[in-house]
C-alpha cells in the first residue's frame, strides 16, 4: 500500500494530518509527499503514475489539499482512493463563520512577516543561548531549560523557537551545581521562567555512550548519580520538570508550553 | 470568533489543519490550543468553558482529534462548532485500507525512537556544522546551503534536521570567496549537495538593519553587491538556488526537499 500527500503548498499539512489518519491503523505503508502540485499538467502527469501503478496492481492511497477547483477535480477523477482534506469540512464552517470560503485566501504555511521575523529572532536567541552560553540574556528569555548533558535541552529550545517564536535558552546542570545547596545563583532571579528537564538513567547511558563510549561522563552509575542530583535540586527549588525519555520533542515542547502558560508568539 | 483546537495529544495535528481550514476565510480568529486533553472531567471543564463564552455572546468553533469514544462524545455534546477532523475521512479509509480503525494504535507524533534518535544526530549536525563552523564533516552533509549572512540558512538547515532527519550543513559565502573565480575550494568536492539561498537585497538590508544599524555590513550597496556576487556563482557553478524572500522556512526546506529529492530520514 502506497500512500500520497500531494498540495500545492509544501503538503505539511495534508502529511500531518494523513499521517495522523494512517496513525489509527496496523498497516505498513509507502509514504510519498507531492508538494507544489499546482498546474493542470502536474495533476495529469500525477494521475497517470498513480494509473501505472495501478496497472503493477499497486493499491494507492492518496491524502490532498488543492484550493483550485479545476485542478482538485484532476486529482479526483484519478483511478485511486483520493481523500479531500478540505472537502468535507468546508461548507459546514462556512455556515459557522458565516462567510464564504475563499480558494485564493489560502495561504497555509506563507509567510507572514511579523511570524517570521519573531521565529528567526527566536531561533538566534536559542543559539545565542544554547548550552550556558551566555547567562546574561536571561531578562530576554521566556523560558530556560535546564537539565543534565543530553537530556534534550537544546532540541527542545529550537523547537519551541521555531514552532513557537519562544526564546528559549538553556542552562545545563553538572557537578559544579551540585555542591552548593539549591539553584545556581545565575538562576536564582529568574526562578518563575525555570523548566527542568530529566531522562531514565539507561537512557542517558545509551545516548551518551553514542557520544564517547567507554568514559566515566556516558558510565550509568555517572548518569544516574547525575539525575539523582538535578532531580533534587528541581524538587527544592520548586522547579517543574518533566521526564523526555519516551517523549518526542513535539510532545515535549507542546506539554512545557500548556504548564508555563505560554502561548506562540505571533510577532 | 474564537478557534480552539482540542486534542488527547500535542494538538499539533488539529492546530495544522484548523490552521489551514481557516487560512480559507479572510475572518479574524483568536486561538487557543488544549492539548492532553484526555479525561472526562477535563472534556466536561472544557465544555463548561465553551458554555460561559457562549453566555458572553462569544462565537467559538472547536477542531479537535480525541480517539476515545466516551471523551469525543463529551466534546460533540458541547453547545457550540466542534468539528472531529478525523471522523469524516476514518471509515472510507478503513474500507479502502480493509481494516478497521484502532483508536489505541493512534500515536500520532508519538516517539518512534529510530526517527527521534536521527533527528537529535541532524540537530547536533546542523549545529556543529552551522555558519561554515567545521568544513571538514561535509562527506557527511546529505546537503550544504550556501548563502550571503542574513539569507536564512541556519533556520533552514534545522528546519531540514527537526523536520526531516536531513543533515544539512551551511556555508557563509563572504567577499574573501568573490575573488577568486566560481565556486570556494572546500565546496568544489561536494558540487552535487550544494544549494544556494539568495534574497531581496532591500529585504536583506532590513535584516542586516535590525542586526547592525548603519554599518557598511547593512548598507543597501554592500547588500546588492554580496547578493550579484552570490547569484554569478550560483550561475557559473550551476548550484540550484532559491530566492527566500516571500518564503517561510517550511516553504523554503519543502522546495529543497522536492528539488535535491532529499527524502525524510526515518532512522
Known amino acids: 500500500m502506497k500512500v500520497y500527500f500531494v498540495s500545492d503548498g509544501t503538503a505539511i499539512t495534508a502529511e500531518v494530518f494523513g499521517q495522523a489518519m494512517l496513525s489509527f491503523f496496523d498497516v505498513a505503508v509507502k509514504q510519498e509527499s507531492v508538494p507544489f502540485l499546482s498546474t493542470l499538467d502536474q495533476a495529469h502527469g500525477f494521475c497517470r503514475q498513480l494509473q501505472e501503478e495501478a496497472d503493477r496492481g499497486e493499491k494507492t492511497l492518496v491524502f490532498f489539499t488543492i484550493s483550485d477547483p479545476k485542478i482538485r477535480a484532476v486529482i479526483e477523477s484519478c483511478d485511486s482512493h483520493c481523500y479531500n482534506l478540505f472537502g468535507e469540512l468546508l461548507s459546514p464552517i462556512e455556515k459557522a463563520l458565516g462567510v464564504p470560503a475563499q480558494p485564493n485566501a489560502q495561504k497555509a504555511h506563507g509567510i507572514k512577516a511579523g511570524v517570521y521575523d519573531c521565529r528567526i529572532d527566536a531561533i538566534n536567541y536559542a543559539l545565542a543561548n544554547d548550552d550556558g552560553a551566555s547567562v546574561k540574556n ?118 512545557i508550553m500548556a504548564e508555563m502558560h505560554l502561548s506562540r508568539n505571533r510577532g
Do not use: W
Open 138 to 255: 536571561y531578562d530576554e528569555a521566556e523560558i530556560i531549560l535546564l537539565g543534565v548533558s543530553r537530556s534534550g535541552k537544546t532540541p527542545t529550545s529550537l523547537y519551541l523557537a521555531m514552532q513557537y517564536g519562544i526564546k528559549a535558552a538553556n542552562y545545563p546542570l553538572t557537578e559544579d551545581d551540585f555542591d552548593n545547596v539549591g539553584l545556581p545563583k545565575v538562576l536564582k532571579p529568574h526562578k518563575h521562567k525555570l523548566f527542568g528537564l530529566t531522562i531514565n538513567p539507561d537512557r542517558l547511558h545509551e545516548i551518551r555512550t553514542g557520544r564517547m563510549a567507554a568514559s566515566k561522563y556516558a558510565s550509568s552509575r555517572q548518569c544516574r548519580y547525575e539525575l539523582d542530583e538535578v532531580e533534587a535540586i528541581y524538587r527544592q527549588a520548586r522547579v517543574p520538570f518533566l521526564n523526555t525519555t519516551f517523549l518526542s520533542v513535539e510532545e515535549i515542547s507542546t506539554r
